[in-house]
């Protein structure tokens, strides 16, 4: 039974599971601990009118349909941090910001999301169709910088990495959901 085995790790990797939390970082009911929250890294992320920078705007593209949230987090740009969850970044003190609004009608969507200073980051884009939250692999779509093919697990986050400027930087993201049991891919119509 090695298949089904492999086929449950691929599957919590690429809905962003993470290791063990590390053993400096306060548990459940000890002093220090924050729990998880969808409010979480929004303090500061949301762009101001006539926004001067640093910032993001990300360019959302190849949504599957028109429902529930659209989602952009910032990550420091590790592959330990990247994806991880966003209390742990928050309590240890790392980089995460979050900004989420409702999926627009009709068209790409812009998203902009402030950046304490320019630098390397990494970045994910998450089509909350069932405005849970929290990431469905068989509902919602994902993005990442450089657009690539997102196939057992997350991508490394050298692959996903970019360099915010001291302004706007503008980033293209195309959505990728479920095509397969172990692959993402864009949404095709039709």
Known sequence: MILPRFAL?????????TAAPAADLPRPGQPGYIRPSPDLGKTDAQCRAGEAGPAIVVTVDGFRDRVGMARVEVYPPTDEDFL?????????????????????????????????????????????????????????????????????????AAAVTFRAGPGITTLPITLQYRRSLFCLGPHNPG
């Open 9 to 17: 790790i691929c599957l919590l990797a690429l809905a962003g599971a």
């Open 84 to 156: 991880q969850a966003d209390n742990k970044l928050v309590m240890a003190g790392k980089l995460f910001r979050r900004v989420e609004v409702p999926v627009t009608p009709s068209g790409p969507m812009q998203l902009c999301i402030r950046v304490p200073s320019p630098g390397n980051y990494t970045l994910s884009v998450l089509h909350d169709r069932d405005s849970n939250h929290k990431y469905g692999l068989s509902v919602d779509g994902v993005g990442v910088p450089n657009n690539p093919r997102i196939c057992f697990g997350k991508p490394r």
